[in-house]
Structure formats: structure tokens, C-alpha cells
């Protein structure tokens, strides 16, 4: 039988800390795993951006979704299984993280990256925290201390700096991707909720082949209504498969071991490395040029997630709590 709403309450408070709010011992936090998974999206933008400019968005994001599902094919009989074993609940969020937060937010970001430059579209890793953290209230009653501010200001702070070289001055041109981004930011964040929902009942391995599976039609069905081509060229085969791989399904799952021990709000935030990383690979590889403020922003980006992962492991209260919302 499909755990309710209240099991995951119990599971959520017992991961991290007693129903009081103490501190457990063996909390098997798995926020480091979630960063690291981050750390790797920070490569999309090297792969993306150039297959962007070349591509409509809705066949760069088909053929993303058809390399993994081919990739992960031998492993679709078992995600199937357990999607029919589990409760209406989580079919209903493994559909909605399918469609909305893989196909949908997907083909936002990529557009984004089309119509912008390669720094907008790191805006909705500044506004997921918001969402998430909204979203874990309602859905999975996930309570959040004052204290969780003290980690996600300076992070949602640090994010500005790092993606606007005058973060006074946001031009007009900017708007159009900021949001796209935005809209992949909501739905991204949806995801991470709804993925810890899904993570207690459904293996790891079979909730990023169902992710990847569902979203494939309806990844399909957008590049059907946009009328968009489907052969997008043998020269953009190797940036599509690396594309599909790293930033895609390797991250993916290393994403959702780390979310099984990781309550989303926390994983939300330590996703936050993923433009400090992009910056790093910009800066190393592409040639790009930082300013002073996205430096100083890059720094308190790291330093904001080092703080959070060295508070949940030795602080005495978590920065979450499990009591559940009136």
C-alpha cells in the first residue's frame, strides 16, 4: 500500500530530527550527493547553449529525452512496475515531474539560452529556493525555521551578483529569457518536491527512467504543435549525446540518492552550485569574463552551501521541521 501524506511527515521529520526538533545521530544526510548532482547541471550550459543557437529548443529537448530512454531501456520493464504498484498520489507526481518538470521546463530553459546569453537563465536557480520552499510546506508539510534564512539569503543573494555583471541595472532584452526561466524555475521546483514524494516509494533508478520516459511523448507533443524538425544533423550527435548524459541522466540520478536523505527545501538550496559552477566553467574553459560583483557572488554562492551542509550535520536543531501545517 502507497504511504499517505502523513507517512511522509513522519519519514521527513525522522530523516533529519526528532518530532521536538532535536538533532538525530545516523541521519544519513545526503545533501552533499544533491550538490555534487548540481555540480554537474553546471556543464549544461558549455553543451546547451551552442546546440541552442543552432536548433529549435523543442528538438534539442526531444532528442535529449530519446538518448536516455534508449540508454535506460533495459530498466523501463521495472520502472513500469513499480509505477503500477504505487498509490494515485504518486502516479499523479511522477506525470507531473515527467511532463512539467522534465519535457516543459526543459524546452523553457533551452529556449532561454536561444534567445539570451548564458547567464540569464541561471536566474531560476535564484528563484527556485522560493517555490520549493512553498511547495514543501503544502505538500509535505515541511515546516521552515527562521534559521533557513540566515542560509538562503545570502545564497539567493550570491545568485543575483553571479548572473547579472550589473545586478543594478537588469536591461529589457533581458526579460524575455528571465521568463523563460522563471517558468522552468517553477516547474524545476515542483520537481524537487514532488521527486522527494515519489523517491520514498519508487527506486531511485525507476523514477529517473519514468522522469525521462513520460517526459519523452510529451516532449514529442511540443515539437508536434511547433512544427519544429525532427533531424536535427549528424553534427550535433556528439554534443546531444553528451548533452543527454552528463548534465542529464548521470546527474539526475546521482540527484535522486541524494533526495531520498534530503528534504527539499535543503536540496533546493544545494542546488544553488549549480551556477557556481557554471561560472567556473565559463570562466576556465569558455573565456568569459567576470566582473567584480559575480565574483563576489560566486564566493558567497560556495560559502552559503558549505555553511548549510556543515550546520545539518553538526548543528543541534535542523533547519527544517517536521511539523506539519495547520
Known amino acids: 500500500m502507497s504511504p499517505g501524506l502523513g507517512d511522509y511527515r513522519v519519514r521527513v521529520t525522522t530523516a533529519g530530527e526528532t518530532a521536538g526538533g532535536a538533532r538525530t545521530s545516523g541521519t544519513g544526510d545526503r545533501t552533499w550527493l544533491v550538490a555534487c548532482a548540481a555540480a554537474l547541471w553546471g556543464t549544461d550550459g558549455l553543451l546547451r547553449k551552442p546546440l541552442a543557437e543552432t536548433l529549435p529548443a523543442s528538438s534539442v529537448v526531444f532528442w535529449e529525452h530519446l538518448i536516455i530512454v534508449l540508454v535506460m531501456l ?70 521552515v525555521r527562521a534559521r533557513y534564512w540566515a542560509f538562503a539569503l545570502p545564497a539567493l543573494a550570491g545568485a543575483w551578483l553571479l548572473s547579472f555583471p550589473d545586478p543594478l541595472s537588469v536591461q529589457i532584452s533581458a526579460l524575455q529569457p528571465a521568463l523563460l526561466a522563471i517558468g522552468a524555475a517553477v516547474l524545476w521546483a515542483a520537481g524537487t518536491v514532488l521527486g522527494r514524494v515519489v523517491s520514498r516509494s519508487i527506486p531511485a533508478r525507476d523514477v529517473t527512467v519514468l522522469r525521462f520516459g513520460l517526459g519523452l511523448p510529451a516532449a514529442l507533443a511540443v515539437l508536434t504543435v511547433q512544427g519544429d524538425p525532427l533531424a536535427v544533423g549528424w553534427e550535433n550527435a556528439v554534443g ?80 527544517l521541521a517536521g511539523t506539519p501545517p495547520a
Not at 499523479?92 to 518538470?101: D, F, N, Y
Not at 569558455?286 to 558567497?300: D, N, P, S, Y
Open 74 to 143: 533495459p530498466f523501463l520493464p521495472s520502472a513500469v512496475r513499480a509505477f503500477r504498484r504505487s498509490g494515485v498520489r504518486e502516479r499523479v507526481a511522477m506525470v507531473t515531474i515527467g511532463v512539467g518538470s522534465s519535457a516543459l521546463a526543459t524546452a523553457l530553459f533551452t529556449a532561454a539560452f536561444a534567445v539570451g546569453d548564458g547567464i540569464t537563465p541561471l536566474v531560476l536557480q535564484k528563484l527556485q529556493p522560493l517555490f520549493a520552499v512553498l511547495a514543501a510546506y503544502l505538500l509535505l508539510g515541511e515546516r
Open 240 to 319: 546531444l549525446i553528451l548533452l543527454a548524459l552528463i548534465p542529464g541522466l548521470i546527474s539526475l540520478s546521482v540527484y535522486y540518492l541524494g533526495l531520498r536523505g534530503t528534504p527539499a527545501a535543503r536540496a533546493t538550496l544545494a542546488e544553488l552550485a549549480f551556477p557556481a559552477t557554471a561560472a567556473f566553467i565559463g570562466v576556465t574553459v569558455l573565456g568569459e569574463h567576470l566582473v567584480a560583483t559575480q565574483w563576489i557572488g560566486f564566493v558567497v554562492v560556495i560559502t552559503a552551501i558549505t555553511a548549510l551542509g556543515w550546520h545539518e550535520r553538526v548543528g543541534r536543531r535542523a533547519v
